[in-house]
């Protein structure tokens, strides 16, 4: 057991030292709200890829942060978990679990997703 | 979601309060993207904000401004072009073209520097199209793709390449490809140019397309331009190595060449343009020149080929395979060095063999020495002609990575040249014997194998292997019947591979010879123990009959020679003749008292020895056994009392007294036999060993009396087998029409010799008078 343990650390090391620290980001809702998002995780958003990886180095590039004034933090919520979702299951093999929103929200995370390009 | 709270804010609005303030917003929202394309231009990016930017975008493309936001863009690139192709660009034009010739190398640099700015300006503006991009992304996706415009990123190359590249005002596009070609040209001629600068140079032509016709630029401009001055050079190129090298220096230039073409499609052109470069380089400097290459002298293909300079011919035929026609030239050139390598070895034959002829022309009394120069002769030909095959087998596998085609064409050349000779049927067959005979003494099985694979492929060759099978067996009789053969298993391999060369038919009666001797010798066993059986006094010697099937060896019954044997060996042959057709009844025997040996003992002063000699030697000695001491026989008593045929009578007596073991001496002394000559038996006799052997003079080459006998008899057996052809074929088909017939029989017969249509015709008529064929009724 010890050993199959100690083989885990070392992966999640390995992993570590082969890709560096996992990078996160900051979004910013119109109202205020900060979402901390692994960095790995955000990029499936083209925008939010095209945002932190633009060769010219704009502001969000090299501060990390990005705000957006046209979501709000109720909506921005559903978008971390659906960055976070879709990063979990997108290699797995095993079934995929529905992501869960409410309906009364659809219509806004799915404005917001065109927005973001997710 | 403020922004679509907004827009449902100002669509309410707009019902409400017609659209001028939704207007201004716009018109605001464009003034800050135009303001931010302009920084970015700039390299200001850093204090933009992307998400504003992109917001600012979404926003005029959710609004159906799209159209306003794509040409608003499109404007600013344009303009930003603009100036920077009359800033930037112009400044670095090189100088003008007259001066570049003269100072080629500083205006090399001074083309660099111009490339270099432009790959600065390509740099920049594909950075700040990628920026462009990304803040437009949502314009990309959704209005350009349903207003079915460029996207922008392309949009920016196209405009890039319709303000700067091709720029109207400014001459920028002959600049460039100016700059380039020379850098080519400078490259070519062994100068260091800016690869790296060349190579950004080329993939911007690439990277932007002709808005008209959707092809890269590079190829619309630059590379027909490319071709047709690397078309010049290597016109120039090719006549002026032709004229400077030799052969081998000339073929590793244009290798060179080929591959540093090659390198530079690689390291800074298209693939695009690579089988175009190719052939031109092919056609300029090896189409044009196959000839004058083949030809050089003491360097082109034949000195190669007598030198045996192996890697130069395998350049050769690598090089001449990239065009069409050079190895049809290669290959004809090499057949006709063959060809002409061959007549100088027929020629040496029939320069020596008219020697030959001549002397036996003269009195018909050919002394050894003339014949076994003949044999020399035919045995020199053929290693000659074996040494040429080997040669050219070994150039075929190391220089021309056995190319069939060329091979084929080799075995047309050799076929020729050893057809040409009229005698290499005889000569082969000559060297089979010879080397069945001594040459394969203390050699092991495998040479002795490799030595008959080789005369095979010779064999190969013969068109006429009909006249070879006639000798083939005229010679093994005489290995057989005077046990000269080294090797029965050599002899046996010999056969085997004729036969998987030629067929059973071919061989039926050479094996038929082989097992007539081992019949022969069961039948002597009992013959041995027959006279013990019928109580008849055992002959006082030892007969020894090898009895022949008449069709399968070559002696000729109706011309058996006569010979009169004395009265003790008549006995003895009667005794084997009545015992013989006890058990085969009606079966006729015949003596062939030329092809027998006999072992006797002599009595000279000094010792006695063990003779072996032929029949008619036998039949010689004989006679002096009646004599006294001292007293001598003329050529003519001998010649009565033998009867023996003229020419073998004076055969073997120039044996048995001008060769080398002189049983008989003569008067007067002298090479040659003559008609008056006296014999005395040569008491005084020494010889070292105690069995000495008469060597009798056979299976050399031909006289012409003989070879003219020999070729009747072939053109006899041919008419026959003619004949047998035309009715097994008539068998079958029954009704066929005369030139087809004619070809079927030519296609049957020519595994063994080539017959003339004309003697087909004969043939043909010939069976029809004899009412084996008939006329079709109605014809003729």
């Known amino acids: ?118 | 979601m403020s922004s679509r709270r907004g827009g449902q804010k100002q669509s309410a609005k707009k019902s409400s309060r017609k659209t001028s303030p939704t207007e201004t917003q716009n018109n605001n929202t464009w003034e800050r993207l135009a303001q931010a394309i302009r920084e970015i231009h700039k390299k200001n990016a850093s204090v933009l904000s992307f998400e504003e930017l992109y917001r600012n975008a979404y926003n005029m493309v959710l609004h159906k401004n799209g159209e306003k936001l794509y040409s608003g863009v499109k404007d600013v690139i344009t303009q930003h072009l603009e100036e920077v192709a009359l800033k930037e660009v112009a400044p670095a034009f090189p100088v003008s073209e007259t001066s570049i010739v003269s100072r080629r190398a500083a205006s090399g640099g001074n083309g660099g520097n111009f490339l270099k700015v432009l790959k600065r300006v390509w740099e920049d503006h594909t950075t700040c199209m990628m920026m462009i991009r990304d803040i437009l992304m949502y314009m990309d996706r959704v209005y350009a793709k349903s207003a079915k415009v460029a996207l922008v990123y392309d949009l920016g190359l196209e405009l890039f390449c319709n303000t700067i590249v091709r720029s109207p005002q400014l001459p920028i596009q002959t600049h460039l490809l100016n700059v380039l070609l020379q850098q080519i040209r400078l490259e070519r001629e062994n100068e260091i140019i800016d690869r790296s600068a060349v190579k950004a140079a080329m993939n911007m032509l690439l990277e932007l397309t002709d808005s008209t016709n959707h092809e890269s630029v590079y190829a619309i401009d630059f590379e027909g331009k490319f071709l047709e001055t690397s078309e010049d050079f290597y016109n120039l190129e090719g006549q002026n190595l032709v004229a400077k090298c030799d052969a081998p220096e000339y073929m590793k230039k244009v290798e060179n060449r080929l591959t540093e073409e090659e390198q530079r499609i690689r390291h800074y052109l298209s693939v695009t343009t690579e089988p175009k470069i190719r052939a031109i380089v092919e056609k300029q400097m090896i189409s044009k020149h196959l000839k004058t290459v083949i030809e050089m002298e003491n360097s082109g293909l034949i000195p190669m080929l007598t030198n045996e300079k192996m890697d130069d011919l395998a350049r050769m035929y690598k090089l001449f395979f990239r065009v069409d026609t050079g190895h049809e030239e290669m290959k004809s050139a090499i057949s006709t060095h063959i060809r002409a390598l061959g007549k100088i070895i027929n020629e040496k034959v029939t320069s020596g063999a008219t020697s030959l002829g001549g002397g036996e022309g003269g009195s018909n009394t050919s002394s050894a020495n003339d014949k076994q120069t003949g044999t020399a002769v035919a045995i020199r030909w053929v290693q000659e002609v074996l040494d040429l095959k080997d040669k050219f087998d070994k150039v075929l596998s190391q220089a021309l990575n056995n190319d069939k085609a060329f091979q084929t064409s080799f075995i047309e050349a050799f076929g020729s040249f050893i057809n040409d000779n009229s005698k290499s049927p005889e000569f082969i067959s000559l060297f089979i014997d010879e080397n069945l005979k001594k040459g394969l003494k203390g050699k092991t099985e495998d040479e002795v194998d490799s030595v008959l694979d080789k005369t095979i492929t010779l064999f190969r060759f013969i068109n006429e292997k009909d006249v070879f099978e006639r000798y083939y067996k005229q010679h093994l009789a005489k290995r057989l019947l005077f046990q000269r053969s080294v090797s029965d298993d050599a002899e046996r391999g010999m056969i085997a591979k004729l036969k998987i060369e030629c067929g059973y038919q071919f061989t039926t009666k050479l094996e038929g010879m082989f097992n007539d001797m081992r019949i022969s010798a069961d039948t002597m066993s009992d013959f041995r123990e027959y006279p013990d059986k019928l109580g008849i006094a055992r002959p006082k010697l030892d007969l020894n009959v090898t009895v022949l099937t008449s069709t399968f060896w070559p002696m000729n019954l109706s011309a058996s020679p006569r010979c009169n044997f004395p009265a003790e060996i008549t006995k003895a042959c009667d005794t084997f003749q009545r015992f013989y057709l006890e058990r085969h009844s009606g079966r006729r025997l015949t003596w062939q008292s030329n092809m027998g040996t006999a072992d006797i003992r002599a009595t000279f002063k000094h010792k006695k020895h063990e003779i072996n000699v032929s029949t008619y030697q036998m039949v010689i000695l004989l006679m002096f056994n009646d004599l006294p001491e001292r007293d001598s026989l003329s050529y003519e008593q001998i010649k009565g009392e033998s009867d023996i045929p003229e020419a073998d009578l004076k055969r073997n007596l120039q044996s048995l007294a001008c060769a080398k073991y002189r049983i008989l001496t003569k008067e007067p002394k002298s090479k040659d036999i003559n008609v008056n000559d006296q014999f005395f038996f040569n008491n005084d006799f020494v010889a070292p060993l105690q069995r000495i052997k008469i060597q009798t003079v056979a299976s050399k080459v031909e006289t012409e009396g003989e070879r003219k006998d020999t070729r009747e008899k072939v053109e006899e057996a041919r008419k026959h087998q003619i004949e047998a052809a035309v009715v097994r074929i008539m068998k079958d088909r029954k009704t066929m029409e005369h030139n087809n017939l004619i070809a079927e029989v030519v296609k049957q017969l020519s595994s063994r010799f080539n017959p003339y249509p004309g003697m087909i015709k004969k043939r043909i008529e010939a069976l029809i008078d004899r009412d084996y064929l008939e006329r079709a009724p109605g014809d003729r």
């Open chain 1, 1 to 118: 057991m010890a050993h199959a343990n100690s083989d885990k650390l070392n992966k999640e090391t390995m992993n570590e030292i082969e890709h560096g620290p996992p990078e996160y980001v900051k979004l910013v809702s119109a109202d205020g709200f900060t979402f901390i998002v692994e960095k790995n995780a955000a990029v499936i958003s083209q925008t939010l890829k095209n945002m932190l990886s633009n060769p010219a180095q704009l502001i969000e590039s090299e501060q990390n942060e990005i705000y957006f004034r046209g979501i709000t933090a109720r909506i921005l919520e559903h978008v971390c978990r659906y960055m976070y979702y879709n990063a979990r299951y997108k290699d797995a093999s095993t079934e995929i679990p529905e992501f869960v929103l409410e309906p009364e929200l659809a219509y806004e995370v799915f404005m917001a997703a065109d927005f973001l390009k997710v």
